[in-house]
């Protein structure tokens, strides 16, 4: 079964990292572009980060210069590095990729950032 799996999410303190993990199964990730998203809660999903198959990077004005996202083709695994987090980052954390037509989307994990 072809699928998204986000790890890595917890609690953290204001000003603190996580490095968020999304890992593929049958789908091959160097191939398509991935993209980070979150939903807040009582808010709207939101895009948050991308890394184009060539590798070329773009991120929302929100979390620009803080957040890193990269692809490891190797572990088919893709990773959102989020430093300096802020209490209005914590949200539900998404990644999502095309493959073959069809949209395929992880559970989410969970980033509680403390102030």
């Known amino acids: 079964q072809a699928q998204l799996v986000e790890s890595g999410g917890g609690l953290v303190q204001a000003g603190g990292s996580l490095t968020l993990s999304c890992a593929a199964s049958?789908?091959?990730?160097?191939?398509?572009?991935v993209a980070w998203h979150r939903q807040a809660p009582g808010k709207q999903r939101e895009w948050v980060a991308t890394?184009?198959?060539?590798?070329?990077?773009g991120y929302a004005d929100s979390v620009m210069s803080r957040f890193r996202v990269w692809r490891d083709n190797e572990k088919n695994t893709v990773y959102l590095q989020m430093t300096s987090l802020r209490p209005q980052d914590t949200a539900v954390y998404y990644c999502?990729?095309?493959?073959?037509?069809?949209?395929?989307w992880g559970q989410g994990t969970q980033v509680t950032v403390s102030s």
């Open positions: 049958r789908i091959i990730l160097s191939t398509n572009g």
């Open positions: 890394v184009a198959s060539g590798g070329a990077t």
């Open positions: 999502t990729t095309t493959s073959r037509g069809r949209a395929y």
